[in-house]
């Protein structure tokens, strides 16, 4: 079984910064594809970025990009979000997802075998 822990939710302010961590443990071989979605009230979960570490490949919402970016250190099994220039609008929970599968679609969360329990993000304006 594959866990997913995340950590750095909390309260940030507009303009301002935070940073996601997300690593996975408890099976021996690495996640390729691991990212990031988000879901805020009354909305669907949506796709925020993700990367693939066999093939190199990087993608992100229009909604983050030149704001937020993806990193891993594949070592640890560990992804990062860097979020800067925060919006209230990007109030939500965060969840790390992942799979064993360097995924061709990045962007939708059917194709993720494994899910961390949610970090919520909150900016105040």
């Known amino acids: 079984q594959v866990q997913l822990v995340e950590s750095g939710g909390g309260l940030g302010q507009a303009g301002g910064s935070l940073r996601l961590s997300c690593r996975a443990s408890g099976r021996a071989f690495s996640m390729d594809t691991m990212g990031w979605f988000r879901q805020a009230p009354g909305k669907e979960r949506e796709f925020v970025s993700a990367?693939?570490?066999?093939?190199?490949?990087?993608k992100s919402a229009d909604s983050v990009k030149g704001r937020f970016t993806i990193s891993r250190d594949n070592a640890k099994n560990t992804v990062f979000l860097q979020m800067n220039s925060l919006k209230p609008e990007d109030t939500a929970v965060y969840y790390c997802?992942?799979?064993?599968?360097?995924?061709?679609?990045?962007?939708?969360?059917?194709?993720?075998?494994?899910w961390g329990q949610g970090t919520q993000v909150t900016v105040s304006s």
């Open positions: 997802a992942a799979s064993p599968s360097a995924l061709q679609i990045m962007t939708d969360q059917a194709n993720y075998n494994y």
């Open positions: 990367s693939t570490w066999s093939s190199a490949r990087t």
